[in-house]
């Protein structure tokens, strides 16, 4: 089954927090109507935040990340619990919101084909 992905790649301080909490309190309502907001590829200290996906990434090309972020996961691993989540889910939807995605606006176009590449 085909899936669609929408990211939300907000600069910080713009309300994703917001948006963030809203949706992970109604996780379930939304998955009932096709609609998943995965689990997978959250930090354990933000679980609201997909911050864990783009850190990862950030991280292997030496990139400064946060003082939360545990340092040392590896993008391939974040994929594959993500990709195993979204995969066996019925909904066709996936949604993934973090701030930390705007932190690639930051690297050279080297480092972008690469990091697109994983």
Not at 42 to 71: A, Q
Not at 78 to 86: D, G, H, N, S, Y
Not at 104 to 110: A, K, Q, T, W
Request: charged share 25%.
């Amino acid at each position: 089954m085909k899936k669609r992905l929408t990211l939300h790649i907000g600069d910080f301080n713009t309300g994703s927090t917001a948006l963030q909490t809203f949706l992970s309190e109604n996780r379930d309502k939304l998955y009932q109507r096709g609609i998943n907001y995965p689990s997978s590829a959250r930090p354990r200290s933000k679980p609201i935040s997909y911050g864990v996906l783009s850190l990862s990434i950030l991280d292997e090309f030496g990139e400064h990340t946060p003082e939360w972020y545990s340092r040392g996961i590896t993008p391939a691993s974040v994929i594959r619990e993500f990709m195993a989540e979204i995969c066996t889910s019925f909904a066709n939807t996936i949604l993934l919101l973090s701030e930390e995605f705007f932190r690639f606006s930051g690297l050279n176009n080297r480092q972008r084909r690469a990091a697109a590449k994983n």
